[in-house]
């Protein structure tokens, strides 16, 4: 068992877990204030992934794991019929289900800015919009948030599909661990976890 993740990537993935749950109960429960304080450190996460996805681990790097069709087909095929192999970073089938969830996550911060209650509380650059466009922009907020919980389902359903394979992919994210010849180089990831907290300081600074 050799390490393949360093905390910052292990760490992030985790707080986003519970965050997203927070951000779900708060507006279930009309704590728009939390709300926005959670959002901000999820955003400020996912800026500091953005950077170490190209600065960091070499295994973490955006170009590492994003592959082609052909490695994509080509992985699902070896899937299927049991040869998988673990590698040092995510498989090119989960290299494009991280883009997606990332996308949707960014869609789901980036329309909150401008969305609206039309009562108590409105996102922090709401008044730079007209009030249809905050109306639209909620409604995508939204709805979003409910395409955002299917695609955490099929992540989850996939990690049980890797499990039945014989690989852990949960257990990996935990302690960092991979069962492999060679473990990748990695980097220390304090420096991600400076940006992340100077991102979030700035955000808290202006809109907590």
């Known amino acids: 068992m050799v390490k393949v993740w360093d905390s910052f990537i292990r760490g992030y993935h985790w707080l986003l877990v519970v965050a997203i749950g927070g951000l779900w109960w708060t507006a279930e429960n009309a704590y728009m204030e939390w709300h926005l304080r959670i959002a901000i450190g999820v ?15 070499p295994n973490a790097r955006i170009a590492t794991f994003v592959k082609g069709p052909r490695a ?12 998988y192999q673990a590698g040092k970073t995510h498989n090119p ?11 949707l996550i960014f869609v789901q911060l980036g329309t909150g800015l401008f969305a609206t209650d039309e009562i108590f509380f409105s996102g922090p650059l ?19 948030f409910n395409v955002l919980l299917t695609f955490i389902g099929v992540h989850v359903v996939a990690i049980l599909v890797y499990r039945l394979r014989g690989e852990n992919l949960l257990g990996s994210m935990v302690h960092g661990r991979r069962k ?8 220390a ?4 976890w400076l940006m992340a907290a100077v991102l ?9």
Do not use: C
């Open 180 to 187: 492999l010849e060679q473990a990748p180089r990695l980097y």
């Open 93 to 103: 089938v989960g290299g494009w289900a991280v883009l997606l969830l990332w996308s």
């Open 200 to 208: 979030a300081t700035i955000a808290w600074y202006y809109w907590g």
């Open 72 to 83: 994509f087909w080509q992985h699902l095929k070896e899937l299927r019929s049991g040869n």
């Open 126 to 144: 709401a008044s730079l919009v007209s009030s249809e466009t905050q109306s639209q922009l909620t409604d995508i907020h939204k709805l979003n």
């Open 43 to 57: 955003g400020a996460l996912m800026l500091a992934r953005m950077m170490w996805g190209v600065v960091g681990s």
């Open 189 to 192: 990831s304090g420096w991600a």
